[in-house]
């Protein structure tokens, strides 16, 4: 449970069924503790005849905000889980059941301290910045901010998905 919303986890999914009259949708919370983040989206089964997945911002602060990477991985995972499960556990089965139940699927990602800069974390401590000091700081180190600003200072290091 984070901030009132329920989870879904896979047994909770699998376990879920509602009747055909309920939407073959459900809620989706995006949280990054480290970007200090949530978004709020809606799982949507494009069709009846397809196994297609579309992942629709559900308030104005997340449509504003869109994370084409974060969303269209969602969408991909949705889609191969509606590929692989037999048509007796078919996702949109699980989506309905779980909507009317009233929960969500709630999505926590976290990036490893090595995708950006921790010096102002080594700093803030008083260590030296070398390998073994950052090998001492806790995992999942929140990303700094910016002391006049409020902004979110993300000082990439080159080593993620772009690397």
Do not use: W
Request: aromatic fraction near 4%.
């Amino acid at each position: 449970r984070s901030a009132g919303v329920d989870t879904v986890t896979p047994a909770g999914l699998a376990a879920a069924a509602a009747p055909e009259s309920v939407p073959a949708e459900v809620p989706v919370v995006v949280v990054s503790p480290q970007f200090r983040s949530r978004r709020h989206y809606t799982l949507r089964r494009s069709s009846a005849a397809s196994t297609r997945y579309s992942l629709l911002p559900a308030d104005d602060a997340t449509a504003a905000a869109r994370n084409a990477y974060v969303e269209r991985t969602v969408e991909v995972v949705a889609m191969t889980a509606a590929a692989l499960l037999p048509a007796a556990t078919a996702v949109d089965a699980q989506l309905r059941g779980a909507a009317a139940r009233g929960l969500a699927l709630c999505i926590t990602l976290r990036a490893d301290n090595d995708f950006y800069s921790q010096v102002d974390h080594l700093r803030a401590r008083g260590l030296p910045v070398s390998t073994a000091s950052l090998a001492a700081l806790p995992a999942f180190l929140p990303c700094p901010l910016d002391d006049a600003t409020g902004e979110l200072v993300v000082s990439k290091t080159g080593m993620g998905s772009s690397a």
